[in-house]
């Protein structure tokens, strides 16, 4: 319930409280001879004579991830945190990365995104016997109040923020292109003469994709697939008529294509569903709850442009900033594009030939997704069709309306290949069936996959991909692997806390 209102998951109200320490929930009240489990330290088991144990929050046996407690309205946040936590090589980097603390800068750390997001990811991998940990410390070095945590934000501008802050605080260390060498891909943005094959072009980054379900002024038209999006995403249009071209080589206005290619793809693929919408007809916000069927294994060898072919000029938009910007605007080209813009133009140069996306899509002939079967054999496409072969990770999902609703994330642990539900501050195993009911209904009734039941406002809204690449996946990564300084910083929250709490057993016998 956590997208809906203050309420915490053991039935109280959200308390915010300034003092605070940082990974727990001021709401627990805990043994004191509660014991962190850190690599080099086993722990003891002892008994307490405090009669206001509560254990909501702690686990008989150690588990394999944490939850994030609930601020209020912070499930959007807590999905986003979790996938970013799960994806190995994002949290390898983020451990190795420097921050103000390395240089001596403790002045300004509460407010050090960095820096928070580095102790709360050490908070969730070392505190093996919590259930949840805390996300104030984090939401406080975003500048956020009390106020904040109640009311939910889009979780792409949140992803966008978090990455701002890490690409200017980690500028100018060994680390400086975390984000960019993740998730940073190109765009090739191009105009091509109808008449002679003349290309003019240029080059955008981008950090993620916004793929479009219902195209603008379409009232029946949905996509039904991811690949059918990023099919339409790539849909060329004709420039004809007053919207003509003035070709630099035939030297007139002529008939030109307009469209868009990928010229670079990244290691992890971030695509986001535009699930809300507006109404023009009433002028209301509104939630796209169509089954829009994601893959297992996401095929992005036949969308990938060809670099060598010339092209008359060329330009490169860089940067962070404009790569966030890029996410946001790209569809401003495709929701103008309508049912008679061509996928295919014949042409007298060679680049032409890849000038279109495929027209069908791998779903269009057969109801079922043949990725998610177990005799998928991905190293057999990989090396029939080439590099560009994704794995999905993580699926980002809303249930509710447009108006709110409640988030969580279906996401694959890469340390045993298992898909777990992180639903605030519960985590649960679940099947690959259970990831397909976000593909969300059939139509406006649930709909049914594996025996298992998908509600008709209950879907997905962003995925993860990473690229296939033995040489390069990581599976896990150990808590050795934490730094020290972290390691060091947990144990002392852990210390305060206890003393906390035996100021509170004390003032309670008063």
């Known amino acids: 319930n956590g997208g809906y209102g203050p309420v915490h998951e053991g039935g109280g109200l959200v308390e915010t409280v300034d003092d605070e320490f940082d990974g727990y929930d001021d709401n627990d009240t805990v043994s004191s001879s509660a014991i962190i489990l850190l690599p080099q330290t086993q722990a003891a088991t002892t008994t307490t004579a405090s009669t206001q144990h509560s254990s909501w929050n702690y686990v008989a046996e150690p588990q394999l991830f944490r939850g994030l407690s609930n601020q209020g309205a912070t499930c959007y946040m807590n999905s986003l945190l979790q996938s970013l936590y799960m994806t190995p090589e994002f949290r390898h980097r983020l451990y190795q990365s420097e921050t103000a603390r390395d240089h001596g800068d403790t002045a300004d750390l509460e407010t050090n ?145 307009k469209g868009l290619k990928f010229s670079k793809l990244p290691y992890m693929l971030a695509l986001q569903l535009k699930r809300f919408d507006f109404d023009y007809t009433t002028f209301n916000r509104i939630k796209l709850n169509n089954q829009v069927r994601f893959p297992k294994y996401l095929n992005m060898n036949t969308y990938v442009h060809d670099t060598t072919q010339t092209t008359t000029a060329t330009t490169t938009s860089g940067g962070g900033a404009v790569a966030r910007k890029m996410s946001l605007e790209r569809q401003e080209l495709n929701d103008k594009h309508d049912d008679t813009s061509p996928r295919s133009v014949d042409g007298d140069s060679a680049s032409s030939s890849s000038l279109s996306p495929p027209t069908t899509s791998p779903l269009d002939d057969d109801d079922d997704d043949d990725t998610w079967h177990a005799a998928y054999n991905v190293d057999a496409v990989l090396e029939a069709s080439g590099p560009y072969v994704y794995e999905l990770f993580s699926v980002l999902i809303h249930s509710g309306s447009a108006m709110g609703g409640h988030y969580y994330a279906y996401i694959k642990s890469f340390e045993d290949g298992q898909w777990y539900n992180f639903n605030d501050s519960t985590v649960t195993k679940i099947t690959d069936a259970e990831v397909q009911t976000a593909w969300g209904p059939t139509s406006h009734q649930p709909s049914t996959y594996g025996g298992y039941r998908s509600s008709g406002s209950t879907c997905a809204y962003m995925l993860m991909y990473r690229l296939v690449d033995r040489s390069r996946n990581e599976a896990a990564i150990a808590d050795s692997q934490v730094p020290s300084f972290l390691k060091d910083l947990i144990v002392s929250d852990e210390s305060k806390r206890l003393e906390k709490e035996k100021e509170r057993e004390e003032k309670a016998r008063l």
């Open 113 to 257: 995104i960095p820096f928070q997001l580095q102790k709360l990811f050490a908070h969730l991998q070392l505190n093996k016997d919590r259930k949840a940990i805390d996300t104030k410390a984090l939401t406080k070095s975003f500048g956020w109040n009390s106020s904040d945590v109640f009311q939910q934000h889009d979780v792409q501008e949140l992803c966008r923020v978090l990455f701002d802050a890490l690409e200017e605080s980690l500028k100018g260390t060994p680390t400086e292109h975390l984000v960019n060498d993740l998730y940073q891909g190109q765009l090739k943005d191009y105009v091509q003469c109808a008449n002679c094959g003349n290309e003019s072009s240029r080059v955008d980054n981008f950090l993620d994709l916004s793929l479009v379900i219902r195209p603008f002024g379409s009232s029946t038209e949905m996509m039904k697939s991811v690949e059918e999006a990023i099919e339409y995403f790539l849909k060329p249009e004709m420039l004809s008529g007053e919207n003509q071209w003035d070709c630099a080589r035939c030297g007139t206005k002529q008939d030109a294509i």
